[in-house]
Structure formats: structure tokens, C-alpha cells
């Protein structure tokens, strides 16, 4: 039989003498995973404590302590196979002053199994665990609610210890909650189903973890590569070495430098066996470049047309890891990927009671404490949210003098930099000053429980904002509406935001000031960016007359997000076309700051895209823009 290539990474959690280690061991033992001179130690040891059965913990307790306390202190790993998959187990302990050691073992697991004792129930730390694993995304929580031969095999009982956690779980962002009653000291449903059970109908817990789809927080999508080091062991190799974070990357494909910005393509990838066709997230390769830069350990090489943010503020959750609590204002090394940067908590939004979820105020946090707090870092630092992208939406703090980690962070995205209150100006009736439009310092940015990457990838395209601009009459509108059907038709997730119809409702109450479609704009790429943020490819039809209305929409979106399409016609076609009627109104004087009458239009000097709509059909045109959204891997 072939060796399985499948592989699935789970935690183990729950409060102390759950049973967490006893059933790792019943998985080794019963999946034939244990060598005999491990299993006769374990005998040996478990009759000379006197013990009336074989001690399963002993299998995973590793260190001279925890035998010596019977308790688990460290994250022991463990590897099992069955025929149809691999799997590397993180076995955490129990103990909540070793809460930190649970939140780096679950930090690259996809699947967390949360034990909970029969007899005692649903308790603090089992609540803990489960947000844990929540704030750490992961895609599957197994509820195994563990000695049930303690409790007489009890329906009841497991259907009370599942109510009970179901009611807390539900303020969770857990997309997958499986609850399995088991006894993983007598074997009950750990790998065969129980005999003692026959109320339960579902699955062993081993055939949950065989199914369990596996792979799903790799981002496949956004290709980011942080530097090891670069490589150059004489005059004819210059590679770059590390080990691909998520997405993916071929020789040929357009690449950037950040921070730098250099520009190059990828020319060949090495490793020790020889060059890849191909390199996918987890993959440690050399790349080499057709360009000589000058990159060093810190930088990342990403997409041409696929970034991620950039920022020297985060808005970011903090899992406490540190004896001493946190300083506020005080400063502390980040690493995040393989850059290293200081950095300074300069705001703590509030602290998380992990029994309740309740969010309070604070001015710190201590050990096991969760909060969430605005850093800042003296240099700039490349990541996508979270949720979005583990590998680049994750990082650690370092106290500077003990050199201890001190904390675990996940961003949720840029912070606002903090700004100087402003008196509100009094606008004119139907002017919207939106230099001074005041904020309210009582919000948030929430975001959503399923990242942007996850849904591009569920639908198989990216989202991106295409933003058709041009005269009155230039075709923008008839282009969008072409293409909107273009891309439904290719199962695309689309939507069309027309000029006219946001001036329906959402702008009805703005005029044709400069102020008034400055901020029609401004609410346009608001809107433009939310429906970004939830992966459709979004559609925009505006005149957009100015330079700097273009450039704030395409400001708010990660480079490489922001389609320009100039469509371009000449303004005497555009007179002559005249669908609306608007340019002879404008040439009787009834309407006064009309675009390419009396008003500038500042043409686009760098779009992406320029079309013709005076040389080429629609449908020409059309095709040109699907065609660039194919080469550029947004379709």
C-alpha cells in the first residue's frame, strides 16, 4: 500500500486531567503507531507505580517532570499514519499557567480537539481553549467529552455538556463543532465504535480525524515569500532562500521586493533534489530572479500585482504570554515571518474575559490575559489579515532584556493613525467636507469571520475594484454592464456600481459641487472596498473627473487590487452620442460645472487599462479587460 500523502495537524486541549495524553496514547495504541519496546516500557513502568492498568500518558508524557507529576508541561508532538492520512499531533497542557504552551501548539493546527471530564463538566478552562482556538482560526473544534465510563455511558449527561458548550461556542467563530462522546482509557469510540453507546450514531473520533477536510487554512491565493537569506556562494549564483508562506509561484511570473518595490521575475527555483516546475506554501526553495537585486533576510518577495498591506500600525489581538504584564508605551522586539522590528504598545483597546467574552477596559495585560491593542513598529512590516493569511497575519513579541516571548499576536489589519481632534466645520447646505468630517473614536473595524482569501478561494477568482472612468457618453456604463454579464456567465462573483443608481439612494442627497462629487466618490470606494473585503470582483462606472478622487479609491484597497480602465473617447464623439442629453443642456447653459464643457477632466496617466470606445466594438473591448483580468490571475 502506498504511503498517504494526506497530512492534517490537530491540538489537543482541556483542563488538567481531562485525559488529553491518555488519548493520544489510545490512538497510538489502537492504530498500531506504538514500537514494542516502547509498549513493554510503558508496562513496565505503569506495574511499577503499581497501576492496574497500562498507563497511556506514558507514551506522550516525555519530560523527567511531567512523569514525575503526571501532568503535561510541554507541547508534545507526536506523528501517527493510518492508509488514508498523516497526522502530527500537539498535545497541550492542561494547566492554565501553561495556557501559552496551548497557544503554540495550536497555532498551526487545523483541527483542535477539546476534552471535557464526564463527571465535572464544562469548566473555565475548557471555555478557554475553545476561544483560543477560535481567535486562531481554526476550521474544526472536536468536542470529545471524554470518560464516560465514569458516568455510566450516560446520554444525558452528553447531551447537557454539549447544550452547555453549544450556548457558549455559539458567540464563537467556529465554522465546524462536532461533538463525540468517548472513554479514551477503556477505548470507547477512540478508533472502534463503543459497544457501551448505542445511542451515539456518529463517527469514531479517528474516522472524524481520517474525513476532516484537510488543507484549508493554507492560502493557495496570495504568494508571499519572506527572506531566510540571500544565497550567493560564488560570482555565478545569486539565489534567495526561505520557505514559501502561502500561495503559489512559477518561473516566469512577475515578482516585487518590498519594501524596496524592485520588480523582477522569477527565473528558475532550486533545491537540494533540483529545480521545481512549481513552489506551494510550506515549500523551503531557493528562488532565483532574472534580475540582480539587492535583497537581504527581512524582505518579502510577493506578486506584481498581488500585495500585501503594509503599515507601522497594527490593530491586532495579544495572547499574553509573559510573567511580567504588559508595559504600555514600553518597547519590544516583533518578529514576524522572518523580520524583525521594534515595536511599542501604544493603545489597549480592551481585555477579553474568556468565561463570559465580555470585552473591558484595561491598561495591561497579564499572563494568559487576552486584549486587543493598537501597536506601533519603527519599521514597516508586510501582512494580510489574519484570518485572511495565518502565515503573514501572525507574529511574536520579545521582552528586549530577558529575550522571553512574551506574546502572541494575530492583526486584524491597519490601525488609523491617531489623529489631533478637529473642531467640525459648519458646510454649506449641501456641501460634505470630508477633510473635516468628524470621526467617532468609539469605533471599530470589525472584521469578517470568513477572510477575503477563503472566499476567493471557495469561488475560484480573486476580488478586485474595476474602475471604469471617462466623459460622459465615453461607454463607461454600457462596458460595466457587458461585462458584469461576461463574468457571471464565467460563475464569477460580480457586482456593478452605476453613477446614476448610487445617486438614487446612497448619494441622494449630494449635488454636482466639486465638494458634492468629491465626496459622491468618497462614498463609492467606501462601499467599493466592503464589497472588496467579501470577494467580489466589483464593478465601477464613474465619471470620476479628478486625479486625486481616482487615486484615494484605489488608496484604500491592497496594491495590485485597483483596476484603472481610462475609457477612452475623444469629447466630440462623446457630444455627438450624447445618450442623456446632458452635453446640449450644458451648451444652453442649463447645467453649469458639466465635465468637458466647463469643468476639467483630468485624464488617467498610468491606468491599467485603456479602451477605445471609438475604434473598438464593445464587445472588442469587453474581451481586452477579460482578457487582462486572465493574465493577471483575477479569473
Known amino acids: 500500500m502506498s504511503e498517504p500523502t494526506d497530512l492534517l495537524r490537530f491540538t489537543t486541549a482541556g483542563s488538567v486531567d481531562d485525559g488529553k495524553s491518555t488519548l493520544i496514547g489510545r490512538l497510538l495504541l489502537d492504530t498500531q503507531n506504538i514500537y514494542q519496546d516502547q509498549l513493554e516500557a510503558v508496562a513496565r513502568a505503569s506495574r511499577e507505580r503499581g497501576e492496574p492498568y497500562m498507563d497511556l500518558a506514558l507514551f506522550t508524557d516525555g519530560l523527567k517532570a511531567e512523569r514525575e507529576q503526571r501532568i503535561t508541561i510541554d507541547v508534545a508532538h507526536r506523528y501517527f499514519t493510518t492508509p488514508r492520512r498523516k497526522f502530527i499531533i500537539a498535545d497541550t497542557p492542561g494547566h492554565i499557567q501553561y495556557t501559552r504552551n496551548m497557544v503554540t501548539g495550536a497555532s498551526t493546527a487545523e483541527l483542535a480537539i477539546i476534552l471535557i471530564d464526564a463527571q465535572r463538566g464544562v469548566l473555565t478552562q475548557s471555555k478557554r481553549h475553545g476561544f483560543i482556538a477560535s481567535l486562531l482560526r481554526i476550521p474544526h473544534i472536536l468536542v470529545a467529552v471524554n470518560k464516560m465510563d465514569l458516568v455510566d455511558y450516560s446520554q444525558q449527561v452528553f447531551d447537557s455538556i454539549a447544550a452547555e458548550y453549544n450556548a457558549f461556542a455559539a458567540k464563537l467563530s467556529v465554522p465546524d463543532l462536532t461533538y463525540i462522546p468517548v472513554s479514551a482509557l477503556q477505548g470507547d469510540n477512540i478508533v472502534h465504535s463503543s459497544a457501551h453507546m448505542p445511542w451515539y450514531e456518529g463517527p469514531t473520533l479517528l474516522y472524524h480525524l481520517e474525513h476532516v477536510s484537510a488543507g484549508s487554512t493554507r492560502n493557495l491565493v496570495d504568494f508571499r515569500f519572506p527572506v531566510q537569506m540571500a544565497l550567493r556562494p560564488d560570482r555565478t549564483f545569486r539565489g534567495y532562500m526561505g520557505q514559501v508562506a502561502s500561495g503559489t509561484i512559477k518561473p516566469g511570473d512577475e515578482v516585487v521586493v518590498l519594501p524596496d518595490g524592485q520588480k523582477s521575475r522569477v527565473q528558475a527555483i532550486v533545491t537540494f533534489e533540483g529545480e521545481m516546475e512549481e513552489a506551494a506554501a510550506g515549500d523551503a526553495v531557493t528562488l532565483t530572479l532574472e534580475d540582480e537585486l539587492d535583497i537581504s533576510r527581512g524582505d518579502m518577495i510577493v506578486r506584481l500585482r498581488n500585495v500585501p498591506q503594509v503599515a507601522t500600525n497594527l490593530d491586532c489581538t495579544l495572547c499574553w504570554l509573559g510573567e511580567e504584564p504588559l508595559n504600555l508605551h514600553g518597547d519590544y522586539l516583533l518578529q514576524h515571518t522572518t523580520r524583525q522590528v521594534r515595536a511599542r504598545a ?152 452605476d453613477g446614476d443608481n448610487v445617486r438614487h439612494g446612497l448619494n441622494g442627497d449630494l449635488g454636482f459641487s466639486a465638494e458634492d462629487r468629491k465626496e459622491n466618490i468618497r462614498r463609492v470606494a467606501e462601499v467599493a472596498k466592503l464589497t472588496f473585503e467579501n470577494g467580489l ?48 443642456r450644458a451648451a444652453r447653459g442649463e447645467i453649469r460645472g458639466f465635465t468637458g464643457v466647463d469643468e476639467p477632466y483630468e485624464t488617467p496617466q498610468q491606468p491599467e487599462l485603456i479602451v477605445d470606445t471609438v475604434q473598438n466594438s464593445p464587445e472588442e473591448n469587453v474581451d481586452e479587460i477579460v482578457d487582462y483580468l486572465k493574465s493577471n490571475n483575477f479569473i
Open 346 to 497: 501604544e493603545e489597549l483597546t480592551y481585555r477579553i474575559d474568556v468565561d463570559t467574552l465580555h470585552r473591558s477596559p484595561a491598561s495591561t495585560l497579564t499572563l494568559n490575559e487576552i486584549g486587543r491593542a493598537r501597536l506601533t513598529t519603527t519599521q514597516p512590516i508586510f501582512f494580510d489579515a489574519y484570518g485572511a493569511n495565518r502565515a503573514t497575519g501572525s507574529f511574536i513579541l520579545v521582552d528586549l532584556h530577558t529575550n522571553n516571548t512574551v506574546a502572541a499576536g494575530m492583526i486584524r489589519g491597519a490601525a488609523a493613525e491617531p489623529v489631533e481632534p478637529v473642531e467640525p466645520v459648519e458646510p454649506a447646505a449641501h456641501v460634505v467636507n470630508t477633510e473635516q468630517r468628524p470621526k467617532s473614536s468609539n469605533v471599530v473595524w470589525e472584521h469578517t469571520n470568513i477572510g477575503r482569501s477563503q472566499r476567493e478561494e471557495r469561488q475560484g477568482h480573486k476580488a478586485a475594484v474595476l474602475w471604469f472612468t471617462g466623459l460622459s457618453g465615453a461607454g463607461k456604463s454600457t462596458l460595466a454592464q457587458q461585462l458584469e454579464r461576461r463574468l457571471f456567465a464565467l460563475g464569477c462573483q460580480v457586482i456593478y456600481l
Open 537 to 584: 470582483l466589483t464593478l465601477c462606472a464613474f465619471i470620476s473627473p479628478y486625479a486625486a478622487e481616482r487615486q484615494f479609491a484605489r488608496s484604500l484597497l491592497p496594491a495590485g487590487s485597483f483596476v484603472a480602465i481610462y475609457v477612452r473617447c475623444d469629447l466630440g464623439e462623446a457630444q455627438r452620442r450624447d445618450p442623456k442629453g446632458l452635453y446640449a
